[in-house]
């Protein structure tokens, strides 16, 4: 069982907009930038959101992060096919000393 | 171009010890606080541990402490995992992850090797 919780799947259709939630904890997120990584199939994991809300340069900015409190979400607008991947929150936690995980959602794209 | 290149997984039988390495080139390896994160088959990402860059502060998951050991030498751009005891709850592909700061307290890497894969069975 993950530290941050994430909705298991998530689907959509081409030129949708979907949010994926990650809900954590006061000494998670509540205390720490939420990062967010994509994996294709395959594939390592990609750095796609950092700092809560920040894009690495080369991200396109149809994805966009933001954080309240001890969630954040991932927003993917304009859905791609391509956008079809596996997607992870991360987080430093104080209580535990080390990073913490959300178990992810897979996202269809219909 | 920063790479990250990750060697060492193996099949061994529980109760057994390997060791990773994960070669890195194109950034200055000294200056950057590097992590290894796992992902059993099918499942996924577990941070296993990370050690700062200045001081080599080294941090540890509950799941592996006591029984794997983070280690990284500066003069040959190496970081490395030694795993002992090792239980068929640590099949996976391990990860080598660069940080963005000098703390291993972080949650944000930039880049990720391709992976090895340990598997520990009888």
């Known amino acids: 069982q993950s530290v941050l919780t994430q909705p298991p799947s998530a689907s959509g259709t081409p030129g949708q907009r979907v949010t994926i939630s990650c809900s954590g904890s006061?000494?998670?997120?509540?205390?720490?930038?939420v990062n967010w990584y994509q994996q294709l199939p395959g594939t390592a994991p990609k750095l796609l959101i950092y700092?809560?809300?920040q894009r690495p340069s080369g991200v396109p900015d149809r994805f966009s992060g933001s954080k309240s409190g001890s969630s954040a979400s991932l927003a993917i607008s304009g859905l791609q096919s391509e956008d079809e991947a596996d997607y992870y929150c991360?987080?430093?936690?104080?209580?535990?000393?080390?990073?913490?995980f959300g178990g992810g959602t897979q996202l269809t794209v219909l | 171009e920063v790479q990250l290149l990750e060697s060492g997984g193996d099949l061994v039988q529980p109760g057994g010890s390997l060791r990773l390495s994960c070669v890195a080139s194109?950034?200055?390896?000294?200056?950057?606080?590097m992590a290894w994160v796992r992902q059993p088959p099918g499942k996924g990402l577990e941070w296993v541990s990370a050690?700062?860059?200045?001081?080599?502060?080294?941090y540890y998951a509950d799941s592996v402490k006591g029984r794997f050991t983070i280690s990284r030498d500066n003069s040959e751009n190496t970081l490395s995992l030694q795993m002992s005891s090792l239980k068929a709850e640590d099949t996976a592909v391990y990860y080598c992850?660069?940080?963005?700061?000098?703390?291993?307290?972080?949650?944000?890497?930039?880049?990720w090797g391709q992976g090895t894969l340990v598997t520990v069975s009888s």
């Open positions: 992850a660069k940080t963005t700061t000098l703390s291993g307290r972080s949650s944000r890497s930039d880049c």
């Open positions: 194109g950034f200055t390896f000294a200056a950057y606080a």
């Open positions: 050690i700062d860059a200045p001081n080599d502060l080294t």
């Open positions: 006061s000494s998670s997120i509540g205390a720490n930038h």
């Open positions: 700092g809560d809300d």
């Open positions: 991360a987080a430093w936690d104080d209580s535990l000393n080390g990073a913490v």
